[in-house]
């Protein structure tokens, strides 16, 4: 009776434990995704900021 008890713990155990793996794998994936494309939109919007500054400068150097 113990050994049947002992099997079915240690198969509810390995299956919450591949469970949670899985689900913990592409919890993790979709968290790196999000953070890549913020990351991504944060980059592009500082290269349209310095391109403004150069532009202004140059228009600045230009005038004078």
Do not use: P
Request: net charge positive.
């Amino acid at each position: 009776m113990n050994s049947i008890k002992i099997k079915i713990i240690i198969s509810c155990v390995i299956l919450l434990i591949l469970s949670f793996s899985v689900l913990g794998y592409f919890a993790l994936n979709t968290a790196q995704n999000a953070v890549v494309k913020e990351v991504e939109k944060f980059l592009i919007s500082l290269v349209r900021e310095g391109v403004k500054v150069t532009k202004s400068r140059i228009d600045t150097q230009k005038k004078h």
